[in-house]
């Protein structure tokens, strides 16, 4: 399963919003992933990243 994962994350000067499609058995794995990715890119602690939507993405790119 694909996931669509937006939230944002605190940097210097405020926040920066993002969105990411990550592939995982389930919504949690998928957050797991995202929190991974953005904190080894963004060097970003987990408790300064606020998830605001996880929606499920079918394989033909369409929203569930």
Same mark, same amino acid.
């Given at each position: 399963? /694909?996931?669509?994962? =937006?939230?944002k994350? *605190?940097? $210097?000067?405020?926040?920066?919003?993002? /969105?990411?499609?990550?592939?995982a058995?389930?919504? *949690?794995?998928? $957050?797991?992933k995202?929190? =991974?990715?953005i904190? =080894?890119?963004? /060097?970003?602690k987990?408790h300064?990243?606020?998830?605001?939507?996880?929606? *499920?993405v079918?394989?033909?790119?369409? /929203?569930?």
């Amino acid at each position: 399963m /694909k996931y669509e994962i =937006s939230g944002k994350f *605190k940097i $210097l000067r405020g926040w920066m919003k993002f /969105k990411k499609v990550v592939e995982a058995h389930n919504e *949690k794995f998928a $957050l797991e992933k995202v929190y =991974s990715l953005i904190g =080894s890119n963004h /060097k970003v602690k987990r408790h300064l990243i606020k998830i605001e939507n996880i929606r *499920k993405v079918e394989e033909n790119g369409e /929203k569930k």
